[in-house]
């Protein structure tokens, strides 16, 4: 049977309970939801003590089912007010799993000020440390500590100076398969200022001496759907850009036909975009000892994961992603990848979301604060963060902070979460999901970009939008959604995955439904924590400016958006 961990900050101490057989079927964004709704006030003070943050694994864990291993984090979120969920790859929920555990939550707030470490040790028992020695320590120094002591063979989940400093686009940082740098982020929503509210500087988890077993109802069956499967995610990953080249192969498409966002979503083109494109990345790995194709967890097929290196050939920085590559680029005009690379590792070492922090640095550039185009300048205001001035706190509390102080009009939030690398005028189901997904401006929740009749049109939009929220919900459960996206012709396997590991039929309805429920529970949450459908709508201007690069507008009117759940 799965355990949880239950972690209680104000008394300080750890125990090791059975999963409860409600959350027996679940895993990942469902289990989140299903979690906080039944255990945490929706109007609750996201940083206050009846708050609960939760780690936990997927509905397949512990299984050889490829990208089986994401974590999920979940709590209310500091940054929008709502539920939030926000997943990640990297070598810890793969021990969790080699544990036994299917959740860790942590509750309460500490009685007294101080930092501690929840510590998994290789027998499987746990203690929270202190940590007061390690106060103020970013992530990559802090992660060299705890592999000094600990040894190289663990996994870490930590925050930085931002989640100590309860900056509200603080991120929790997960170390990589294989490297160990802290790397992969559960980084939207400000679930690190969270884990800074408890107290949580780190969790860190040995691999354990022996390996849990996990419990199939038909094991035999289990497997044999499973090779079906993983060989059909490997097929499909064979001739995905994503693993050839990596995340950042998205700009070839988004810089040409208007996706892209440029100096503050003005919806014009980005001459330059290929300097910071696929073959500008690709030479500088070929060139200076970098890789990509590399898992972040163990078992990956699509390995989409990848280690920059600087001119000198030194380590800069790894899981150099789209999202900080456009957001950091393009959408403050600069085209220096190098540049851009160091304000990634910036970013993942004092432990904030990219998306949250470059947008919030492009207000400064349309306030004047700053130069377009500045790199320098860029860096200096990420150092102020890091050295924690009043402004770089206000940078830390996001996009919408920052804008509002500087009197910006034109601050691209939903939910006051900052969007995400694509402009929604020039792929509308985007935008609808960026309106409506319970998450906030998050296009991992239905990213609908080449899937609808016409990504500037109106048809079919909300139905993608619609088809895809649901869909991502669910995979959100069970594995990464680059493997899902090869998966999506093997339902019937995943519904014959969830009858071998859990009994019962192999019913489709049992995958879909997930995501369906999940959707519904997050929104029912949201709106008892005072969300209203004026929360369910993108930004004035979108509706109003038009895209130069295309002339479409954002014109998805409101009953479209008020009906999009109405199953």
Same mark, same amino acid.
């Given at each position: 049977?799965?355990?949880?961990?239950?972690?209680?900050?104000?008394?300080?101490?750890?125990?090791?309970?059975?999963?409860?057989?409600?959350y027996?079927?679940?895993?990942?964004?469902?289990?989140?939801?299903q979690?906080?709704?039944?255990?945490?006030?929706p109007? !609750?003070?996201?940083?206050?003590?009846?708050?609960?943050?939760? &780690?936990c694994?997927?509905?397949?864990?512990?299984?050889?089912?490829?990208?089986?291993?994401?974590?999920?984090?979940?709590?209310?979120?500091?940054?929008?007010?709502?539920?939030k969920?926000?997943n990640?790859?990297g070598?810890?929920?793969?021990?969790?799993a080699? %544990?036994?555990?299917?959740?860790?939550?942590?509750?309460?707030i500490?009685?007294?000020?101080?930092?501690?470490?929840?510590?998994?040790n290789?027998?499987?028992?746990?203690?929270?440390?202190? /940590?007061g020695?390690?106060?103020?320590?970013?992530?990559?120094? &802090?992660i060299?500590?705890?592999?000094?002591?600990?040894?190289?063979?663990?996994?870490?989940?930590?925050?930085?100076?931002?989640?100590?400093?309860?900056?509200?686009?603080a991120?929790?940082?997960?170390?990589? &398969?294989?490297?160990? %740098?802290?790397?992969?982020?559960?980084?939207?929503?400000?679930?690190?200022?969270?884990m800074?509210?408890?107290?949580?500087?780190?969790?860190?988890?040995?691999?354990?001496?022996?390996?849990?077993?996990?419990?199939?109802?038909?094991?035999?069956?289990?497997?044999?759907?499973?090779?079906?499967?993983n060989?059909?995610?490997?097929?499909?990953?064979?001739?995905?850009?994503?693993h050839?080249?990596?995340?950042?192969a998205?700009?070839?498409?988004?810089?040409?036909?208007?996706?892209?966002?440029?100096?503050?979503?003005?919806?014009?083109l980005?001459?330059?975009?290929?300097?910071?494109?696929?073959? /500008?990345?690709?030479?500088?790995?070929?060139?200076?000892?970098?890789?990509?194709?590399?898992?972040?967890?163990?078992?990956?097929?699509?390995? !989409?994961?990848?280690?920059?290196?600087?001119?000198?050939g030194?380590?800069?920085?790894?899981?150099?992603?789209?999202?900080?590559?456009?957001?950091?680029?393009?959408?403050l005009?600069?085209?220096?990848?190098?540049?851009?690379?160091?304000?990634?590792?910036? !970013?993942?070492?004092?432990?904030?979301d990219?998306?949250e922090?470059a947008?919030?640095?492009?207000?400064?550039?349309?306030a004047?604060?700053?130069?377009?185009?500045?790199?320098? /300048?860029?860096?200096?205001?990420l150092?102020e963060?890091?050295?924690?001035?009043?402004?770089?706190?206000?940078?830390?509390?996001?996009?919408?902070?920052v804008?509002?102080?500087?009197?910006?009009k034109?601050?691209?939030v939903?939910?006051?979460?900052?969007?995400a690398a694509?402009?929604?005028?020039?792929?509308?189901?985007?935008?609808?999901?960026?309106?409506?997904?319970?998450?906030g401006?998050? %296009?991992?929740?239905?990213?609908?970009?080449?899937?609808?009749?016409?990504?500037?049109?109106?048809?079919?939009?909300?139905?993608?939008?619609?088809?895809?929220?649901?869909?991502?919900?669910?995979?959100?459960?069970?594995?990464?959604?680059?493997?899902?996206? %090869?998966?999506?012709?093997?339902?019937?396997?995943l519904?014959?995955?969830?009858?071998?590991?859990?009994?019962?039929?192999?019913?489709?309805?049992?995958?879909?439904?997930?995501?369906?429920?999940?959707?519904?529970?997050?929104?029912?949450f949201?709106?008892?924590?005072?969300?209203?459908?004026?929360?369910?709508?993108?930004?004035?201007?979108?509706?109003?400016?038009?895209?130069?690069a295309?002339?479409?507008? &954002?014109?998805?009117?409101?009953?479209?958006?008020?009906?999009?759940?109405?199953?």
């Amino acid at each position: 049977m799965w355990s949880k961990l239950v972690v209680n900050m104000k008394n300080l101490t750890v125990e090791k309970e059975p999963l409860e057989e409600q959350y027996r079927e679940l895993g990942g964004r469902a289990l989140i939801a299903q979690y906080l709704m039944k255990n945490v006030p929706p109007q !609750c003070d996201p940083l206050g003590s009846e708050n609960q943050l939760i &780690f936990c694994t997927t509905l397949f864990a512990g299984t050889p089912l490829t990208t089986a291993h994401r974590m999920s984090v979940g709590g209310k979120s500091p940054l929008t007010g709502g539920i939030k969920e926000s997943n990640v790859g990297g070598y810890a929920a793969s021990l969790l799993a080699d %544990h036994g555990l299917k959740m860790i939550v942590v509750k309460d707030i500490p009685a007294r000020d101080g930092l501690w470490i929840l510590h998994i040790n290789d027998q499987g028992e746990s203690e929270l440390l202190d /940590a007061g020695s390690y106060r103020g320590l970013n992530n990559y120094e &802090f992660i060299g500590k705890m592999r000094e002591r600990f040894g190289s063979d663990i996994a870490t989940i930590s925050i930085g100076s931002a989640g100590e400093r309860l900056y509200r686009s603080a991120s929790i940082q997960v170390s990589e &398969f294989q490297t160990g %740098h802290p790397s992969r982020a559960a980084a939207r929503g400000g679930l690190g200022a969270l884990m800074g509210s408890k107290g949580l500087k780190a969790i860190v988890i040995e691999k354990p001496r022996e390996k849990y077993k996990v419990a199939y109802a038909d094991e035999a069956r289990f497997h044999e759907a499973c090779r079906k499967l993983n060989r059909m995610i490997a097929e499909g990953a064979k001739n995905d850009p994503f693993h050839d080249i990596g995340t950042i192969a998205t700009i070839e498409v988004t810089g040409a036909n208007g996706i892209l966002p440029v100096d503050n979503f003005s919806g014009r083109l980005f001459r330059d975009y290929q300097k910071v494109g696929a073959n /500008a990345f690709m030479t500088n790995l070929a060139s200076r000892g970098g890789r990509n194709k590399r898992p972040c967890q163990p078992g990956c097929v699509v390995q !989409c994961s990848n280690i920059y290196n600087d001119k000198d050939g030194s380590y800069l920085t790894s899981a150099f992603e789209y999202e900080t590559i456009a957001l950091f680029g393009p959408n403050l005009h600069i085209a220096d990848l190098d540049a851009i690379a160091r304000m990634d590792r910036i !970013c993942d070492d004092m432990g904030v979301d990219t998306i949250e922090t470059a947008n919030a640095v492009a207000m400064c550039m349309e306030a004047g604060k700053i130069k377009w185009g500045d790199a320098e /300048a860029v860096l200096a205001l990420l150092q102020e963060m890091v050295d924690g001035t009043d402004f770089g706190r206000l940078l830390g509390d996001g996009c919408e902070a920052v804008g509002k102080n500087l009197g910006v009009k034109r601050i691209p939030v939903v939910k006051h979460q900052a969007m995400a690398a694509y402009d929604p005028r020039n792929t509308k189901g985007t935008g609808i999901t960026y309106a409506t997904s319970p998450m906030g401006a998050d %296009h991992t929740a239905g990213l609908t970009m080449g899937r609808a009749f016409d990504d500037c049109g109106r048809a079919a939009q909300a139905h993608a939008s619609n088809k895809l929220q649901v869909a991502i919900a669910f995979a959100d459960s069970m594995m990464c959604i680059f493997a899902f996206a %090869h998966a999506v012709a093997g339902l019937p396997l995943l519904a014959e995955l969830m009858a071998a590991l859990y009994g019962g039929e192999a019913d489709i309805s049992r995958v879909t439904t997930l995501g369906v429920k999940t959707l519904l529970t997050e929104r029912a949450f949201n709106k008892m924590a005072g969300m209203t459908r004026e929360d369910d709508r993108l930004p004035d201007f979108f509706y109003h400016e038009r895209s130069v690069a295309t002339g479409s507008q &954002f014109d998805i009117n409101d009953y479209e958006l008020e009906v999009l759940f109405d199953f």
